[in-house]
């Protein structure tokens, strides 16, 4: 399938892909739940795109650049799970990651990025979503900021304002990683608290979202 | 997104859907313990938050714990087996690659309303199971489920005295409401009820084998509300966010 990347983005970018995603909230219920004051949630997505989005969307770039490159994407995963500490912050990556990969082959059968998916039958999130973008010829840019959309959306979908308020930190996250190559460079920064509050809330008994 | 056909070797994926404590994990139980010795079985099941009702299953001791897998569905339970199937889809290829060759994977929704109904994508077939305890005006009220499905169970009529319902009335304005299509009036201390129904799933089993089965789609949801008050209806071929 050949789409403009512009048009392929944008479906990549919407909530309604069929990749199992809308059992998570990109960790504001596990904030909530965790004691984060409601009015707070603009900060938390600021954290967000200081932290975990660094690594998710740098994740994503660096897989994009392993499947146009012909390199595997076994170190990009393995650099990812050393940047994310808790088993269930994996779990919830891979859980939708399963989905993405299930799509990405029925969208491109046979393309690099389907071969390199082939091989690894659990990928996190944005290791199958660097794929993906590589499949749908976005430029690195373009991959890091579909992953920090993707989880400014989800976290903001009843307050679009707080996203068009992070644009800034947004575009400053993007800048960070769009030129990476190295599963190494990869950027590690920690969020103890956020990744806390996440691996808690599987144990919650009376929550709705899984992440 | 559809499936490839169902090959020979593929299991029929049969959906149980249903609303709240009408009987779907006893059903699946009564199944697995009625067929569990003929045929190599496997079960997913669907909820909120927990994994409930796999446990149910497992403590039942009807089917191997390995065989039944939980899904977490999130808020909207109705979406995980319609609108994005993804980690249902997956949760089935996982059981049948863990156990191939397996005959039969069923899949158990997430207690949800009268309009939730399966993709076809998801399943080759559904079983919509209402209870008398319900109350004898929920066939009447209908549905998708209640009207396309390619089974309705009217469960529980050992109860029916003590509701105060008419289960043979129930189980006849089903037939009225289905165009013919199958109903049950089903009883664990029935044993002809129970019969009926597993000759049913042998002889859509059969079907499914030979490739005379068809699924069918029984209909988009209808509108509904959620309780933060907000309505919305659901597009052909949209998935959605709550």
New interface residues.
Partial sequence: MVAHPELAAMVLADGRLPVGGHTQSSGLEPALLGGLAEGDAPALLRTRLRTVVRVEAGTAVVARHHVLAGLPLGDVQAAWAARTPSEVSRAASVAVGRGQRRLALRLWPGSAAGSALEELPAPARPVAVGAMAAAAGLDPAGTARLVAYDDAQTLSADATIWLLDAAPDLEEAVAAVAHLTEPRAIPAPAAPLLEQWQHHHPTHPRRLFSA | ?PDAGPSPTRALRLGVAGPVGTGKSSLIGMLCRELGDTLELGVVTND??TDEDARMLRAAGVLDPARIRAV?????PH??IR?????N??AVEDLEADFAPLDLVLVESGGDNLTATFSPALVDAQVFVLDVAGGGDVVRKGGPGISRADLLVVNKTDLAPHVGVDAGLMARQGREARDGRPVIALSRTDRASVTALTSWVLGLLEEHRTGVHSPVDPGPMAPHSHADGTSHTHGGT?????
């Fill in positions: 997104m909120i938050y977490e569905t999130g808020a909207c979406t995980a609108d994005d199937v993804s980690a889809l997956l949209g998935a959605h966010e709550h």
